[in-house]
């Protein structure tokens, strides 16, 4: 689709300059700023995009404005040529929108370094903590083929919900949109009452899961009772939470990555001489299963995905990149954790209701590892509880239709005491707790609920094909099939599990 128009002299200049960018999205409606045809720039909030120029001429020569998503060929380019109609001036435009900065009206493009730090960031997290645990019964070998498996599911969908993303900023003709805005667009208000529920379930079962890990290991370092460990850890994250800025957070978040990798490093240097590099050849695939949620949990980044895109202004190369090597980080480290781990430690027996955790046996057996290893979960369930506790909170400030901009204490209340308590009702809920949010939390908001839009988007859509940026996933309706099909066989098989112990 195309829209026709004579562009201001600012705007010439602008793009006889631009740069060409390997992935640019081909629409219309999307870069030319929503409904509103093509034009001069318009302020907006940290971004600029284009809407119509009022000092146009009311007869215009004609011309077009593009968006491509990907570089295309010098034949294709040609041929494209021909089609032109006469006297038909043609504007190629890099990206849907470019990032201003409000005070000096320059550009700020995103990085894609910080994009990709961004998604390590988000994906390591406390979930590593609980892979050795669901991993060792089946084994080093078998564990590795199930984390490369999650983990290209995993990509899939957040690719998704990139290609979604950028379909929704080119309708809306703005950035920022979110998960909620994307479901809303594709699925309707069923769509938002799955994401929203799904989204709040996930945040609270695995806060539930922090706190409780969290004051484990500080009555095992300050000897104090449990409720004790429990209320110092939430208060003073917590509060970090609600009376600091963002820079402060910020700061304190890199203390504790730069905190977790030195911790990490010490850690493989520790334990790698004293590996039982037999143990590793372990494969047991008939114990798969068990582990796939808690694996597939670890590997979530999907919700900064919408301001991935976002900062990166809608340029789906970068974005494809920074989620790919983003995540491929984070899966080496699982792999080096897991291998220290496992090789480590000697057989540990199984209880009948809860998974033996082999940090537990380092600790007691392992007088060099077992502090190292305390250190390292401590700052990985911190740097997550943060980001999860700021998550929830503005999630609830918005639901409760509270005034934006300002900090006001209830959702922070109801973000923080539900995980308290419900820790200290059931001090061994780490692994329950884990395995419920992986299997029916995130295998529903980053599993279904992604092949979902983009299967509305992609085959239910009346937007014309030129309107649509590229697919991100290759495959059509056979890949969609495959990805929404694992994660409800993964769903029903944890149900059949838990519906036969229950009984």
């Known amino acids: 689709m195309r829209y026709f128009r004579t562009p201001s002299p600012l705007e010439r200049s602008n793009l006889s300059h631009s740069h060409r960018h390997q992935d640019r999205i081909k629409t219309g409606n999307s870069a030319a700023g929503g409904g509103d045809g093509g034009g001069g720039r318009r302020p907006m909030p940290s971004r600029g995009c284009f809407q119509k120029d009022p000092s146009s001429p009311s007869k215009p020569t004609p011309s077009s404005v593009r968006c491509l998503s990907q570089r295309q060929s010098t034949q294709e380019e040609q041929e494209q040529g021909q089609q032109?109609?006469?006297?038909?001036?043609?504007?190629?435009?890099?990206?849907?929108?470019?990032?201003?900065?409000?005070?000096?009206?320059?550009?700020?493009?995103?990085?894609?370094t910080s994009a990709i730090l961004l998604v390590s960031g988000t994906t390591?997290?406390?979930?590593?903590?609980?892979?050795?645990?669901?991993?060792?019964?089946?084994?080093?070998?078998?564990?590795?083929?199930?984390?490369?498996?999650?983990?290209?599911?995993?990509?899939?969908?957040?690719?998704?919900?990139?290609?979604?993303?950028?379909?929704?900023?080119?309708?809306?003709?703005?950035?920022?949109?979110?998960?909620?805005?994307?479901?809303m667009r594709t699925l309707g208000r069923a769509g938002v009452q799955m994401a929203s529920w799904s989204y709040i379930f996930i945040h609270y079962a695995l806060l539930v899961a922090y706190v409780a890990r969290s004051s484990d290991i500080l009555t095992n370092f300050l000897g104090t009772p449990l409720w004790e460990s429990a209320s110092l850890f939430s208060l003073f994250l917590g509060g970090i939470c609600y009376f600091g800025r963002p820079r402060f957070i910020g700061a304190v978040n890199g203390v504790l990555i730069f905190g977790i990798i030195i911790s990490f490093?010490?850690?493989?240097?520790?334990?790698?001489?004293?590996?039982?590099?037999?143990?590793?050849?372990?494969?047991?695939?008939?114990?798969?299963?068990?582990?796939?949620?808690?694996?597939?949990?670890?590997?979530?980044?999907?919700?900064?995905?919408?301001?991935?895109?976002?900062?990166?202004?809608?340029?789906?190369?970068?974005?494809?990149?920074?989620?790919?090597?983003?995540?491929?980080?984070?899966?080496?480290?699982?792999?080096?954790?897991?291998?220290?781990?496992?090789?480590?430690?000697?057989?540990?027996?199984?209880?009948?209701?809860?998974?033996?955790d082999p940090l537990q046996q380092l600790r007691s057996t392992?007088?060099?590892?077992?502090?190292?290893?305390?250190?390292?979960?401590?700052?990985?369930?911190?740097?997550?509880?943060?980001?999860?506790?700021?998550?929830?909170?503005?999630?609830?400030?918005?639901?409760?239709?509270?005034?934006?901009?300002?900090s006001r204490p209830l959702p922070y209340l109801l973000t923080l005491i539900p995980p308290f308590i419900l820790s200290l009702l059931d001090p061994d809920i780490f692994f329950k707790a884990l395995d419920f949010a992986g299997a029916y939390g995130v295998l529903v908001l980053f599993g279904i609920l992604p092949v979902a839009m983009s299967w509305s988007d992609r085959y239910l859509s009346e937007s014309s094909e030129l309107q649509k940026p590229p697919e991100l996933v290759p495959g059509g309706k056979l890949t969609l099939s495959l990805v929404i099909g694992s994660a409800v066989f993964v769903i029903v098989s944890e149900l059949i599990e838990n519906f036969g112990h229950a009984h």
């Open 366 to 406: 392992n007088g060099a590892v077992g502090p190292i290893v305390e250190v390292f979960s401590l700052l990985a369930i911190a740097t997550s509880y943060i980001g999860f506790v700021l998550g929830l909170a503005d999630f609830l400030a918005d639901l409760l239709k509270l005034p934006s901009g300002q």
């Open 265 to 356: 490093t010490a850690l493989v240097v520790v334990a790698g001489g004293d590996l039982h590099w037999d143990a590793l050849l372990k494969a047991n695939f008939e114990a798969v299963p068990r582990s796939i949620p808690i694996i597939a949990l670890s590997f979530v980044y999907q919700n900064v995905v919408p301001v991935l895109c976002t900062n990166l202004e809608g340029n789906l190369s970068k974005v494809r990149t920074a989620i790919i090597l983003g995540t491929a980080i984070p899966l080496a480290l699982f792999l080096v954790w897991n291998a220290v781990i496992l090789g480590s430690i000697t057989s540990v027996q199984a209880g009948l209701d809860m998974i033996p």
């Open 84 to 112: 032109r109609r006469g006297g038909e001036e043609e504007f190629e435009l890099e990206r849907l929108f470019s990032n201003l900065n409000q005070v000096t009206l320059k550009r700020e493009p995103g990085s894609l």
């Open 124 to 183: 390591v997290g406390a979930g590593i903590l609980a892979i050795p645990a669901v991993t060792q019964e089946s084994g080093f070998l078998a564990s590795t083929v199930t984390c490369i498996l999650c983990w290209v599911f995993m990509v899939v969908t957040g690719l998704l919900i990139a290609e979604v993303n950028v379909r929704t900023m080119c309708e809306l003709g703005s950035g920022g949109v979110s998960l909620v805005s994307m479901a």
